[in-house]
């Protein structure tokens, strides 16, 4: 079993930028890998970004790319998600998630994040313009 508890969001000018965090208990973190999903209103949930357990791979989508940056301190258990250059269509709740022997690769295909085992409760991000 593992805890996800995601934290971070709030309010900020398009342009801006937020630092997500996401901290683990429950299982050994270091064999997870990890993903951020988010979700705007009206819209399904979609992935964002992912990092393998080593912290040697991420994946993000192509529409973040360049803009996030995703990371891990496996000794504090916890993944953050630096978020640059916000835009309004960045705007949505944002999910920390997990899957059990799952690749980060792997956890990047999660289409709107079916098969994940894990979930934090989800942090607001809002963009103003």
């Known amino acids: 079993q593992v805890h996800l508890e995601d934290s971070g969001g709030g309010l900020v000018q398009a342009g801006g930028s937020l630092r997500l965090s996401c901290v683990a208990s429950?299982?050994?973190?270091?064999?997870?890998?990890m993903a951020w999903f988010r979700q705007a209103p009206g819209k399904e949930r979609e992935f964002v970004a992912a990092i393998s357990s080593s912290t040697r791979e991420t994946f993000y989508s192509a529409d973040v790319k360049g803009r996030f940056t995703m990371s891990r301190d496996n000794p504090k258990n916890t993944v953050y998600l630096e978020m640059n250059t916000l835009k309004p269509a960045d705007a949505g709740v944002y999910y920390c998630?997990?899957?059990?022997?799952?690749?980060?690769?792997?956890?990047?295909?999660?289409?709107?994040?079916?098969?994940?085992?894990?979930w934090g409760k989800g942090t607001l991000v809002t963009v103003s313009s």
């Open positions: 429950g299982d050994v973190f270091t064999t997870y890998a």
């Open positions: 998630a997990t899957a059990r022997r799952a690749t980060a690769q792997v956890l990047s295909t999660m289409v709107n994040g079916n098969g994940m085992d894990y």
